[in-house]
């Protein structure tokens, strides 16, 4: 996409960017190389199986740590409707999780006491198969909401999944799928200055679950030692910058979780404030960017990601890359390929409702449409490159709005046909 | 619809409710009776005529009012971005209006000076054919964004209108249009104690600007006599409980505007706190109400209504309301005729964020389907009840948040393939 911006600390795009950082707006990490997409790290053991939750394929996974001074770090959704598996997670401390369970195809959301039930009893039994405390497995449903999640079925698929757990993560990654059109996962090498760890993670997300609202969840782990609050404060970090910054429909689900584990198992120590956690941090970040960007281009029938920056006062940035973002004109444009400017315009002037006058700046693909709110004089030449521009896989839209101090990004889907069909045809 | 509960002050529905107000939603106001749709109220002359803005049809018109003393009121957009007609017509005082001129095919936002001199020069060449002043001519124009309202034929349009002014607003109200089904407009004749007065209204909204944002346009004449400040007190409140009230994809326009004239040609006064204002307010009160439905009736693309009403807190009921309105779930679950109401409680819980413990009643045309947040269990008989009140044209969705005091409403369309299509598939 020749004319394109140089997004922050992105790298130039072409052969470098290959293999799984296929995102122009994703940097590289220097010291990190792919490994196999299913290479667990040191001290993980993972699988996945099918129990019959879904009509056919895997539906329950276990990712499990061998090593007892494992930590970890989650996050969950922020929506006041939450699942039962957040919530009994959510209830005990969750920085020193030893394992994770994941079923697809039922949320257990809005279920009642038999949900907590479930939730809790799953947790029970995944505790008892791999002998750690309760409150040391993390649990995650995603799938129907409101319907049964049926408890015996996924009592069993756990227990086949501890029987069979082994050193690769591939099952695992297909079990925790609903409508993606296929697993999101990487494996990583990292050479960090005190040796070599491992950082690998499967996430989920953005298919809808026929036909209720989508999910995303992750799964990191990694062989370094990291303390808790070292690794809570870098999923912090690195959450704010990738799942917090997508949005498909602009819906936030149940049941969104993150979960990170460190087994140590490498013997690497990555202490706060040195050249470990830096390295490290940047591949974690690169990591969950580009999972988050995957999520986003499959969004319900997606076919192109756009990306809006703003740049301005603190408080106005976020609504306004939200509005633009979760605008459905801005999305049906992005899916025509049309560069349709006005209604860039209008979504950022209804989100600065009240705060006329009206003076942003917009570029597309680095090419200046408006100044001050007003359309900027463009030739026939240069309106043609930008119809041209706004025809390929990634579209950027940078906004300056006024004040500054402020800057966010946004990353979307484009809204097709396909989504309406996955929505609205599908029955419950 | 069997089972629907009795929405706030409605009718039951049935023959009575025939004719123009068709809503169950809409209280018919007893003390009115419809008049052909294009008759003015006494005072006024109105005219459409085709200047050759769209490729063909009528696209300039206008409302005058003949006397002197009219008094007049208005409101416009929120929006920071608005389109030059409405920065040159809310400059001055709006409560002395005179007429109105408006145009379709092109919306003069975004234009720069260009579309600034274009507004002005056609105030002024309507108030001097007029031989009013030129803050008398309010002026909304309604189309394409970021596109040259070309000016020659606007003002030849002004002049062929004014030339041709004529005691029906027939050709005003189709003037108006871009591509709305048909034309939105009534006329009713109300005993009130102190006499009979007309009140008429001609709107247009949500069919698709090809393919810019919808905008949505009301003009409404009265030759009752109202001091400007009733005028504008009734048109407030009315305001906000009809085009205030309506989400077609929770996108707010650059060029809303509506006008209210008050000729007094009846010679029936209309003074506040009076009978005569409570029935007119009823009267004009019903008609935006309808006018409102009928623009999300004509949603693009829509072939259902929904209502949500929201009681608890009233800081909560209208951003909760909002959510689930402009939910583009909720949205295709209305269009698909699914009672998919675990995307209702999403929807909720997102607007609640932070506000856990989740508890909220849900009912769906009267049906209760949760309580508490959790789902509320129904036999197969009750099922299948639910599924087959949803099928109807409107669908009511009744929700209790915690707290009390606050109760809103608002209306919305469902989301379908011919909105993408409208929205993508046609190129700037």
Redesign the interface.
């Known amino acids: 996409m020749s004319g394109a911006p140089a997004p922050l600390g992105a790298p130039a795009s072409g052969a470098e960017t290959a293999g799984f950082f296929r995102s122009r707006w994703v940097e590289r990490p220097t010291s990190a190389r792919e490994l196999e997409p299913g290479t667990l790290p040191r001290g993980f053991r993972a699988a996945g199986v099918a129990a019959g939750l879904k009509r056919r394929g895997l539906d329950v996974g276990v990712v499990v740590s061998d090593e007892p001074d494992t930590t970890s770090a989650a996050r969950f959704t922020?929506?006041?409707?939450?699942g039962a598996p957040v919530a009994v997670s959510a209830e005990g401390a969750v920085d020193g999780l030893r394992a994770v369970v994941a079923n697809s195809a039922y949320a257990n959301?809005?279920?009642?006491e038999r949900g907590m039930a479930t939730a809790r009893e799953s947790q029970a039994v995944a505790a008892d198969l791999l002998d750690v405390a309760a409150e040391q497995v993390g649990l995650a449903s995603t799938g129907?909401?409101?319907v049964e999640l049926p408890q015996e079925r996924l009592i069993e698929g756990i227990a086949n999944a501890v029987a069979n757990l082994g050193d690769d993560g591939l099952g695992f990654s297909e079990a925790i799928l609903t409508t993606d059109r296929g697993p999101k996962r990487a494996s990583l090498a990292l050479e960090l200055p005190s040796g070599s760890v491992r950082l690998a993670a499967q996430a989920k997300g953005a298919g809808m679950i026929s036909?209720?609202?989508a999910t995303m969840l992750c799964f990191v782990q990694t062989d370094a030692a990291l303390a808790a609050e070292t690794l809570d404060l870098l999923i912090g970090v690195c959450v704010k910058r990738s799942f917090d910054r997508i949005s498909v429909?602009?819906?936030?689900?149940?049941s969104d979780t993150v979960y990170a584990l460190a087994s140590g198992a490498s013997g690497v120590r990555v202490e706060q404030e040195t050249e470990d956690e830096l390295r490290f941090g940047q591949a974690l970040d690169a990591l969950l960017r580009q999972l988050a960007l995957e999520i986003v281009s499959d969004g319900e029938g997606a076919s192109r990601v756009g990306r809006v920056v703003v740049r301005g006062a603190d408080e106005l940035v976020e609504p306004v890359a939200r509005a633009v973002a979760?605008?459905?004109?801005v999305k049906?444009?992005l899916?025509?390929g049309?560069?349709?400017?006005?209604?860039i315009?209008?979504?950022?002037?209804?989100a600065?409702?009240?705060?006329?006058?009206?003076v942003?700046d917009l570029e597309i693909e680095g090419r200046r449409v408006?100044s001050a709110?007003?359309?900027h004089e463009m030739s026939a030449e240069e309106w043609a490159a930008l119809e041209q521009a706004v025809t390929g896989p990634e579209v950027e839209i940078e906004l300056t709005v006024p004040g500054s101090g402020g800057e966010t990004e946004v990353f979307f889907s484009?809204?097709?046909?396909e989504?309406?069909?996955i929505?609205?045809?599908?029955?419950?």
């Open positions: 922020t929506n006041a409707l939450v959301v809005s279920d009642g129907k909401v409101a036909p209720n609202f429909d602009g819906q936030l689900s149940t979760d605008s459905p004109l049906t444009a899916h025509g049309d560069p349709n400017f006005g209604r315009l209008q979504a950022a002037g209804q600065l409702a009240g705060r006329a006058p009206f942003v408006a709110g007003q359309e484009d809204l097709s046909h989504y309406v069909s929505n609205a045809d599908y029955s419950t």
